[in-house]
């Protein structure tokens, strides 16, 4: 299980773009004993090896509660990584293929570590992009050995950034008239003694508002396990905003800071010398970015005037406080190729896209149409 989890940074080492997380995080995200898939999942993991030394690494998983527009049978597999060998990847997609096989999905989809609520996708583009807080890192060659293996995209996933300098914002008087115009609108930032009903309200109002879009699993707050805590001590309360009409939720909105400006040049085990190092800094540090995590508006209002208002004041009020913040930069993911409404959101904000996650798809008895992928969007 070490091998497997401390797998990235060792073949990675030096390539342009990589930064090792923790330990600590990666457990949290695959350690049977802390990863909440483990709870509701089942899976399956395989090291490559060469001369004795690991070369490569795959999971297969079969999730219960599949995704929206995922045929039923399909399993997944996910913590693909390895070194430049397509003979390496092949011989790992093939173990995962013939596992999930055995447990009789008929079709395989992925990479998702563990699930499509955590690290979907591999990084097709971007890659020489700075680091942020639970997005994957792969390097440029993994996309075509995956796809020498007969697998063909089905849908992209898009991180889209925006530097904080260039975003229009409205002033704090033009946002309290806009307010003004829906009667019975208010937002607020949850209070630190409340965040455990404020994150079950986190996840009421994203589901509901999700539910039917392709790649839709339920967030439960047991997904968010930990948050809690990093965001009474690193996220400041302006980060999580929550908004109500006539007193019901309506519209939620969190974003977390990058924690690899914390981490950076430390080895994803710090030791003696480095935990010390990395408490200072949590203690002291000024974050410079951070990616929105979590957007929601509930169903019976997309589409309309009040609902686009309202998604346009989240994005400003949050904008805005990271501003006063002194960030610099934040993300935003992840992102539909197809997710119009949101696009022209982000866009109206001068975000621009910077990272691009694809999931790959195959039947097991050969490669899955795209449009096989695509119901139920």
């Not at 390539?15 to 350690?31: A, H, I, Q, V, Y």
């Not at 399993?75 to 070194?83: R, T």
């Not at 995209?153 to 409205?170: I, Q, S, V």
């Given at each position: 299980m070490r091998s497997?989890?401390?797998?990235?940074?060792?073949?990675?080492?030096?390539?342009?773009?990589?930064?090792?997380?923790?330990?600590?995080?990666?457990?949290?995200?695959?350690?049977?004993r802390q990863s909440a898939f483990w709870k509701h999942?089942?899976?399956?993991?395989?090291?490559?090896?060469?001369?004795?030394?690991?070369?490569?690494?795959?999971?297969?998983?079969?999730?219960?509660?599949?995704?929206?527009?995922?045929?039923?049978?399909?399993?997944?597999?996910?913590?693909?990584?390895?070194?430049?060998?397509?003979?390496?990847?092949?011989?790992?997609?093939?173990?995962?293929?013939?596992?999930?096989?055995d447990q009789g999905c008929t079709s395989i989809f992925g990479p998702c570590t563990l699930d499509m609520n955590d690290e979907p996708g591999l990084l097709v583009s971007g890659a020489d992009q700075p680091a942020m807080t639970l997005c994957p890192w792969h390097p440029p060659y993994l996309g075509p050995h995956v796809e020498r293996?007969?697998?063909?995209?089905?849908?992209?996933?898009?991180?889209?950034?925006?530097?904080?300098?260039?975003?229009?914002?409205?002033?704090?008087?033009?946002?309290?008239?806009?307010?003004?115009?829906?009667?019975?609108?208010t937002s607020r930032t949850p209070d630190r003694g409340s965040y455990a009903r404020d994150i079950a309200i986190l996840c009421d109002v994203y589901n509901d508002g999700w539910r039917e879009h392709w790649g839709f699993i339920p967030l439960n707050p047991v997904d968010l396990d930990g948050l809690d805590v990093l965001m009474k001590w690193l996220v400041a309360p302006e980060a999580f905003r929550i908004v109500e009409l006539d007193g019901e939720p309506v519209g939620v909105m969190l974003l977390i800071p990058n924690l690899f400006e914390l981490t950076a040049g430390l080895s994803p085990s710090p030791g003696l010398a480095g935990w010390p190092r990395l408490v200072w800094r949590a203690l002291t540090h000024r974050f410079r970015s951070g990616r929105i995590i979590v957007v929601g508006l509930v169903s019976r209002l997309q589409g309309t005037v009040i609902g686009s208002a309202i998604a346009a004041l989240m994005v400003d009020e949050l904008v805005a406080s990271q501003t006063v913040l002194k960030g610099e930069w934040v993300e935003a993911g992840w992102v539909l190729e197809n997710n119009t409404a949101l696009i022209q959101i982000l866009e109206r904000f001068r975000f621009r896209r910077n990272k691009t996650f694809r999931i790959f798809g195959k039947s097991l008895d050969g490669a899955m149409p795209r449009q096989a992928m695509e119901t139920g969007e």
């Open positions: 497997f989890v401390d797998l990235p940074p060792v073949i990675y080492a030096g390539l342009p773009g990589f930064e090792p997380p923790l330990r600590m995080d990666r457990d949290m995200l695959l350690n049977p999942g089942k899976v399956q993991y395989w090291l490559a090896l060469r001369g004795g030394k690991p070369v490569g690494r795959i999971s297969a998983q079969i999730d219960p509660n599949l995704p929206v527009g995922i045929p039923e049978g399909a399993g997944m597999f996910g913590s693909l990584d390895a070194v430049d060998d397509p003979e390496v990847v092949r011989l790992l997609i093939e173990a995962a293929e013939q596992w999930l096989a293996c007969g697998y063909a995209g089905l849908r992209d996933l898009h991180n889209w950034r925006l530097d904080l300098k260039e975003a229009p914002l409205m002033s704090s008087e033009g946002r309290k008239r806009l307010a003004e115009r829906i009667p019975g609108l």
